[in-house]
């Protein structure tokens, strides 16, 4: 997805954060509510599978409900051309996986501290009756200021599958899974708890408790190995702290903790030194009363759906006797399918095949109150279902339709209309709908009320001074913008060329970019004059004439040449034909005549004499008039002027 995409009129995607196993992840802006949120969406390979569309969206919403400070919110779900999303809230910082790679070894203090945190966010979704399914440090963040958030809840279910869909490897989920979970029994509220003994363990060891050559192996070991000991590791970790990880780590479920909150109290005395003389902890008993070969397929299943497809494992030997042996004296007795099913923690079809096949009788339950009692419930659901559905109504889609379209049409469907506000959009005409909440096709109730949103356009900006800038870099950004741009030639001697001189709008003034023309003013740079070519032909005053009305500065010389008129042009500096700027001098000779011969005058008197002395030395000076009408060459330089 890239980069300014909007979906559904709101988010602003901004740049990928990566991706996961079944989504991809975005963070975007959230432009009704101005701030940034964790966008993610569905991978477009998985849209198709409608299964895992369905939990998608189905444990996306459930997750909406969980509210706790250590707990990532949950904020929208939907659709965005077939493909769902999540809409949550966006924490900066890193995961504890990382966290514990980039920090160890961690303080004692501060691993209680994180554990802690975690535990209060389990417990209130345990609350909820959520049931995470796939903690591990992956899914708990820590924000730039300490705070854990544990994210993914809800959508543990649809993720896992993909996790384990590799073989010969060692993927994520399995290093954190339950003994009861990799013998095909349901997750429950202690599978998280084991599941957070696991962490505990990793965060004063930086390793994880079990290794293997595939998922398999590693199940495995969680199923019969002993928990290695963290004092092993660091003999200085306290024994009360260790005793909580092998509590939680216990392989029945019973010699578990009994919530994570009774985890949690015992946790936070584990540094206490009043309790620097705690014995190890030891369950009742570790002994797992099964030994299973576990299937991949198996193992991927149950991570699907929760429970294994064979919970029974019919090829399986059991290693020790012990749960036949109580469900045969459970059954002797008289006890129901039911409650030697819970006691043994095995299903009714495994504990009804164990009693049949050791010849014990027991009880097959009438199947009239069965089927009565499904009747009434069948009947009941219809009514209440009836009764539903004439009080339900789906909201209509009102988007880009006026305010009183809109109106009209969501009264009609039995709806009120609520509060009106606006919003900018780019997409939608001001006075149109942007959106309504509830969200066009959601089914509510009859006298629901709906808010709309109503576009004001597009949002104005400043458009800002590029005066002195680069006229082909900002026209391009402009352009880029929506703005449409064009441009007025103009000379000037102090603005260098290709800079804006000027520009048609106001610097402070507030513009839709899509509607909006500027003109900028642009240098050309110095205005260059054409020089006509006044050799042979041309005269001082000519020149000077033209000199003067184009604002240019010219220096006159003169000397004696016969072949060329007096006060006629010898020679100019710049060809005739080129061009010149106000910053340059044009170096023009002018004609004296031919110089007269000294022996003709040998009789004059002594002021002539003299007079063509003077004129004599002349023949060889460099002389410069100021004025059109200068015939006294007393001045060295002159400047027209208008």
Known sequence: MLPDTVIDNRYKIIKSLGGGGMANVYLA???????????????????????????????????????????????????????????????????????????????????????????????AAHDADIIHRDLKPQNILINEDGQVKITDFGIAIAKSVQDMTQTNTVIGSVHYLSPEQTRGGFASAKSDIYALGVMLYEMLTKQVPYEGDTPVAVAM?????????????????????????????????????????????????????????????????DTIDETRIIPMAQIQDQLKTGVSSDNLFPNDTPEEPSVQDVI??????????????????????????????????????????????????????VIVFLNYQSSKVIVPDVINLTQNQATARIKKSGLAIGTVSSTPSKTIAKGNVVRSISKSGVEVKKGDIINLIISSGREKVRFGDYVGSDYDVTAAQLRAQGYSVTKQDSPSDSVSEGKIIG???????????????????????????????FTGKGTQEEVQSWASSHDIVVNFNTQYDGNTKKDHVISQSIRGGSSITKDMVLLVTISQGPQESSSSSSDDDDDDSSSSDASSKNSSSTTSSSSATSSENNSSSSRGRN
């Open 29 to 123: 802006h959230d432009e009704f509510l101005n701030r940034d949120v964790t966008f993610k969406i569905m991978r477009l390979d998985m849209k198709n599978d409608v299964d895992l569309a369905k939990r998608f969206k189905r444990e996306a919403i459930s997750a909406t409900e969980l509210v706790h400070d250590n707990i990532v919110q949950v904020y929208d779900t939907g659709e965005y051309e077939g493909t769902q999303y999540l809409v949550m809230e966006y924490v900066a910082g890193t995961d504890l996986k990382s966290y514990i790679a980039d920090h160890f070894p961690i303080p004692y203090q501060q691993v209680v501290d994180i554990m802690l945190q975690v535990l209060s966010a389990v417990q």
């Open 503 to 533: 520009q048609s709008l106001d610097a402070n003034g507030k513009v839709d970019p899509t509607s909006t023309t500027v003109e900028f003013t642009v240098s050309t740079g110095a205005l260059r004059i054409s020089v006509p070519d």
């Open 221 to 285: 070991k969680h199923t019969t190995a002993d928990m290695p000991s963290v004092r092993d590791f660091d003999p200085r970790i306290p024994q009360a702290l260790e005793n909580v990880i092998l509590k939680s780590t216990a392989k029945r479920p019973q010699d578990r903790y009994y919530s994570a909150a009774a985890m949690s109290e015992d946790l936070q005395t584990a540094l206490s030194p009043r309790r620097s003389d705690d014995t190890r902890f030891a369950p009742m008993s």
């Open 328 to 381: 045969i004296a459970h059954g002797k007795k008289g006890y129901a399918i039911k409650d030697i099913a819970h006691k043994v923690d095995r299903t009714p079809k495994y504990v009804r095949n164990v009693l049949r096949e050791n010849g014990i009788k027991f009880r097959k339950a009438s199947k009239w109150p069965w089927v009565m009692l499904s009747l009434i419930l069948v009947a009941t659901a």
